[in-house]
């Protein structure tokens, strides 16, 4: 069975830090393209940032680039989301994709719920 | 940055209505639209991608069409699984942008 686990979420004070992990199974990890999108409570998706299947090339959107690193693993077939710097608008879901269909995200984990708040 | 602005908002419909969900762009996009269906408190799902090719295991009745700025989600008749928030999303430019989404709900 292909699946995506997401763990590492919780609540941290603005200013700090928390990684993210991505586990998946059932596909071959190293094969393609990963994302990790959000959704802030009660709001739409937006895609935060990807990486290349070797981990060569990693893209961002404007609002966490310099505090939000996407790193990979293929060996233990992991993904990973440093976050530093947060701030309340960081608060949200958190969701690993896969790209098995080059440019779009065909297959989503369950998420993982970030909150940032004093 | 390349806004999708999705209409209508909420679209009230009834099982076994046609859906019709539009989604526009604020500059010309190559063929790399999809959409998403997403249910309360679940991932979302991929439904259509490269604007008109169905995901695998995607019934018949989701469509998809457009070019351009201006493209549709067409869901031939309602199926009381369907009612859930449908996303636009690009991946012509970075960065890749998801629409604000269009709720269809039972009438």
């Known amino acids: 069975e292909v699946q995506l686990v997401e763990s590492g979420g919780g609540l941290v004070q603005p200013g700090g830090s928390l990684r993210l992990s991505c586990t998946v199974s059932?596909?071959?990890?190293?094969?393609?393209?990963m994302s990790w999108g959000r959704q802030a409570p009660g709001k739409g998706l937006e895609w935060v940032a990807n990486?290349?299947?070797?981990?060569?090339?990693?893209n961002y959107v404007d609002s966490v680039e310099g505090r939000l690193t996407i790193s990979r693993d293929n060996d233990k077939n992991s993904l990973y989301l440093q976050m530093n710097s947060l701030r309340a608008e960081d608060t949200a879901v958190y969701y690993c994709?896969?790209?098995?269909?080059?440019?779009?995200?065909?297959?989503w984990g369950r998420g993982t719920l970030v909150t940032v708040s004093s | 940055e390349i806004v999708l602005t999705q209409s209508p908002a909420t679209l009230s419909l009834s099982p076994g209505e046609r859906a019709t969900l539009s989604c526009r762009a604020s500059?010309?996009?190559?063929?790399?639209l999809a959409w998403y269906q997403q249910k309360s408190g679940q991932a979302p799902r991929l439904l259509i991608y490269?604007?008109?090719n169905r995901a695998t295991d995607i019934p018949a009745r989701f469509s998809g069409s457009g070019s351009g700025t201006d493209f549709t989600l067409t869901i031939s008749s309602l199926e009381p699984e369907d009612f859930a928030v449908y996303y636009c999303?690009?991946?012509?430019?970075?960065?890749?942008?998801f629409g604000q989404g269009t709720k269809v709900e039972i009438k």
């Open positions: 994709a896969v790209s098995r269909i080059a440019y779009y995200f065909d297959l």
């Open positions: 059932g596909f071959t990890f190293s094969k393609y393209w």
């Open positions: 990486i290349k299947e070797d981990g060569s090339t990693k």
């Open positions: 500059q010309i996009i190559s063929s790399r």
């Open positions: 490269d604007v008109s």
């Open positions: 999303q690009q991946s012509s430019k970075w960065p890749w942008t």
